[in-house]
């Protein structure tokens, strides 16, 4: 059965850092991806990034150039750097693997984790 264990949330200022990780099991690396995304409050769930077992992206584009999402080879945990933080990052934020092809499908994919809060104050 697949588990999807979230860690790594927590409070910062606006331009401060957190690191997300997601550590999985009962799956495969091989064909499989994981990544991440969030949902605010009153608003519907939407990618961060994903990213494949070869390494290919997709990513939100409010967050290329200050998020960065890493997966170590051969290992099922997807770690989230995220840097320069904004306000309208905050929410919460879920783990999520699906299949390699699904990398650009939509929100509703896959397995998840519970969920793990983000907060950025100004």
């Known amino acids: 059965q697949v588990q999807l264990v979230e860690s790594g949330g927590g409070s910062v200022e606006t331009g401060g850092s957190l690191r997300l990780s997601c550590k999985g099991s009962?799956?495969?690396?091989?064909?499989?991806?994981m990544g991440w995304f969030r949902r605010a409050p009153g608003k519907q769930r939407e990618l961060v990034a994903l990213i494949s077992s070869i390494g290919s992206t997709n990513r939100r584009p409010s967050v290329v150039d200050r998020f960065h999402i890493s997966r170590p080879g051969t290992e099922n945990t997807v770690y989230l750097q995220m840097n320069q933080l904004r306000p309208e990052d905050a929410g919460t934020y879920y783990c999520?693997?699906?299949?390699?092809?699904?990398?650009?499908?939509?929100?509703?994919?896959?397995?998840w984790g519970q969920g793990i809060q983000v907060a950025v104050s100004s």
């Open positions: 999520n693997v699906r299949k390699d092809w699904e990398l650009t499908a939509g929100a509703d994919v896959g397995s």
């Open positions: 009962g799956f495969t690396f091989g064909g499989n991806a």
